[in-house]
């Protein structure tokens, strides 16, 4: 029978350590060959880690380190991957890896071992090397930025130099054919001061942009050269006078009666006065300006190429009086060419300045006669033309708003109070009902149908806190635009008609208030109401005209929608109730 020997049976699997003096293994040491032996299954992959480790001890000049077995073993799988070994891996499976570390961490002990100085020598030349063509490289890529900028600059001065070239070339011929225009003027002067002419004067103080700038009133200045009306003296002279500011009557008045005094002047008698209107007109171009305005809509129309209608509402107007509404897109003949654009560029970058600046171009062109010709106020009576309501708009101001794009828009108004103590309550909600078109409200029902009461009442509490911020205190209205939605039709508990009258000396309003079970009986008994009225108005004694008929149709097309929301409720509600009964009881 064989017997282990003591030492051998106390060693475990893990105790296989072995030392290793400047880089060199001793193939002969006991601990060494018991390593070999354990594991001498796997030495081929050992002895090349060895011989790695064995190299980088020399390398570094490292007189002793004391190999762990366990850790080598272990670590063997990694090597075998990556077939490389740095300095960690070696600290790894050392016994005494701090002092490995501090010894490895000594300046210039890679230099150490025995091609030390050669590699030293390699690595001074390397880093010199590596200065020199950085230094090369620094000044190389400076000098190509200097170049740059130096080929920019003067790219930019032959632009420049052309530029001017061009702008000289140009001047010099307006130059040429003042001169000529001149002459044939100085030439032909005195036929033309005896014959029938007209003076066209555009008033402007001849200064520099710098001190045009500085003068305060400037255009009433201008306007001090007003006196060239007096040109009219000479028979055979017409004048045109192109202000710069609209003139009122008053002051057309008062220079229309001082030139016609100038016969009465001449002869003594004041009865001599001649109206001199017909020899001078007094003109202020409408685009000063609409210019603004133009440009302004046609940033909206770029920027919402969705919307077909755009309305125009007054600051100081009330009722639908300071409101018109244009339909652009159905007018606008370039609309395709610009959804084309925009889906060309993408979202993101339509929404960049250079994107839009062609389209821009193309819409401002078309936009001003499209406005001109197809612009609609809503009160006729208060503006009978679009271009009194544009002159209107434009001296008081007012906002440019988008109208909603959509087949059913419904409005909304809201009355609300603040009271002095600062607490904000809404008073009513209703639905308006339109007679004399879509813009001026006729009355309203109640309750409202379009949206959720506790969505719209959220929304108005936060308009009526912005107006306690700003100290207002007192009733208000708050008129909204909605797009229907289908909704139930909360029950009131009492029901009837009250009049109600305004006033008794024109007696051509009055009010009328229906309360009824729900929604669709109250309309009918509203329209019923407004037909009765109607007949007795209309009746052969009788001379009154009303405009119920416009708002019996309105209220018919609110039934239509209101059965219909109804309808579709009350299937929502039974197909609701068939699921309940289908589910099985548990």
């Avoid at 060895?50 to 490292?62: P, S, T, V, W």
């Avoid at 229309?256 to 001649?274: C, F, H, M, P, Y």
């Avoid at 109640?446 to 912005?466: F, K, R």
């Avoid at 100290?471 to 708050?478: E, H, K, L, R, T």
Wanted: one cysteine or more.
């Amino acid at each position: 029978m064989k017997v282990a020997s003591p030492s051998r049976a106390l060693k475990s699997l893990w105790d296989y350590d072995f030392v290793i003096y400047n880089g060199i293994i001793d193939k002969t040491a006991p601990d060494f060959l018991a390593f070999q032996e354990h594991f001498n299954l796997s030495w081929g992959s050992i002895f090349s880690l060895l011989e790695h480790i064995e190299k980088f001890l020399r390398d570094y000049a490292i007189p002793e380190v004391k190999i762990k077995g366990n850790n080598l073993v272990a670590f063997l799988p990694e090597f075998e991957l990556k077939n490389k070994l740095t300095r960690y891996d070696l600290l790894s499976v050392s016994e005494n890896p701090a002092l490995i570390q501090m010894m490895l961490n000594l300046p210039g002990q890679k230099y150490k071992g025995p091609c030390g100085k050669l590699k030293a020598a390699s690595k001074i030349q390397a880093t010199w090397r590596c200065y020199k063509a950085r230094k090369f490289f620094l000044a190389f890529r400076q000098q190509k930025w200097a170049s740059g900028v130096i080929a920019i600059a003067w790219l930019l001065h032959c632009h420049r130099t052309r530029l001017k070239n061009i702008l000289k070339e140009s001047r010099e011929r307006h130059l040429q054919n003042f001169r000529i225009r001149a002459k044939h003027l100085a030439a032909n002067w005195k036929r033309i001061r005896t014959s029938r002419r007209t003076i066209i004067h555009i008033p402007s103080l001849g200064y520099s942009q710098p001190v045009r700038q500085n003068i305060a009133d400037f255009n009433t200045k201008q306007n001090m050269q007003l006196g060239r009306l007096c040109d009219i003296l000479d028979a055979n002279v017409s004048v045109i006078y192109i202000c710069s500011h609209q003139m009122n009557d008053e002051l057309l008045l008062y220079y229309t009666k001082i030139l016609s005094l100038q016969a009465a002047v001449k002869s003594g008698n004041l009865e001599d006065r001649s109206d001199l209107q017909d020899r001078f007109k007094i003109i202020t171009p409408e685009a000063i300006n609409i210019f603004t305005m133009i440009e302004q809509l046609s940033q909206l129309v770029i920027d919402h190429l969705e919307i077909h209608r755009w309305l125009f509402k007054m600051d100081y107007e009330f009722g639908g009086n300071g409101t018109a509404f244009c339909d652009i897109l159905s007018h606008l003949k370039c609309h395709k060419w610009v959804l084309k654009e925009s889906s060309r560029y993408g979202h993101e970058d339509w929404k960049k300045k250079w994107a839009q600046e062609p389209a821009l171009l193309k819409i401002s062109e078309e936009l001003a006669g499209i406005v001109a010709q197809h612009a609609q106020p809503v009160s006729e009576k208060r503006f009978p033309t679009w271009r009194k309501f544009l002159h209107t708009f434009l001296s008081q101001g007012g906002v440019v708003e988008a109208y909603p794009p959509a087949e059913s828009v419904t409005n909304l108004t809201v009355d609300m109070l603040i009271e002095p103590n600062g607490d904000i309550r809404v008073l009513s909600m209703g639905d308006q009902f339109h007679a004399e078109g879509p813009f001026i409200s006729s009355g309203t029902t109640m309750p409202q149908t379009s949206v959720d009461p506790h969505v719209l009442s959220s929304l108005c509490l936060q308009i009526g806190n912005a107006c306690k911020m700003r100290n207002v205190v007192g009733y208000f209205s708050i008129d909204l635009v909605t797009f229907i939605d289908p909704s139930t039709m909360e029950q009131q508990d009492r029901q009837g008609t009250i009049f109600i009258l305004y006033e008794h000396l024109k007696r051509d309003r009055l009010g009328m208030l229906t309360i009824g079970e729900d929604l669709q009986g109250v309309l009918m008994t509203f329209a019923r109401n407004l037909f009765i009225i109607h007949q007795e108005i209309s009746a052969p004694n009788m001379q009154g005209e009303t405009n119920f008929k416009t708002t019996i149709n309105d209220i018919e097309v609110i039934l239509g929608v209101t059965e219909e929301n109804k309808m579709r409720f009350e299937e929502e509600l039974q197909s609701k109730d068939n699921k309940n009964l289908s589910k099985p009881d548990k």
